[in-house]
């Protein structure tokens, strides 16, 4: 069973880049079939998926993010990262990482961002 682990800063200033990285255990990032997200849950609303990278590098992006959020990946680290440039503080919310193969999934705990000045 694969753990997922977010790190990044906690507060990020309005209009810069927010870079978050999701440390995966037991479990290669490129095992096939596998596809890796980012899911955040603003204060009060519901989940929104980001987007997610699968197991051979592929990307895709929620449409509402798409021409600011990128997701890349180290496979010497076992790591995916997440990048959403010129955020504003609705960006602000628990960002999750989670795994997914089929109808599984893991999530890792999560991880507070705030934007503000």
């Known amino acids: 069973q694969e753990s997922l682990q977010e790190s990044g800063p906690g507060l990020v200033t309005p209009s810069q880049t927010l870079s978050l990285t999701c440390t995966v255990s037991n479990v290669p990032i490129t095992t096939k079939d596998y596809y890796w997200s980012w899911i955040r849950q603003p204060p009060g609303k519901g989940l929104e998926w980001m987007g997610a990278i699968t197991y051979r590098g592929d990307s895709g992006y929620h449409p509402a993010l798409k021409s600011r959020a990128s997701i890349s990946r180290d496979t010497t680290k076992n790591q995916f990262h997440l990048h959403v440039t010129s955020v504003t503080p609705e960006d602000t919310a628990v960002y999750y990482c989670?795994?997914?193969?089929?109808?599984?999934?893991?999530w890792g705990q999560g991880t507070q961002v705030t934007v503000s000045s």
């Open positions: 989670a795994s997914n193969l089929g109808w599984a999934t893991a």
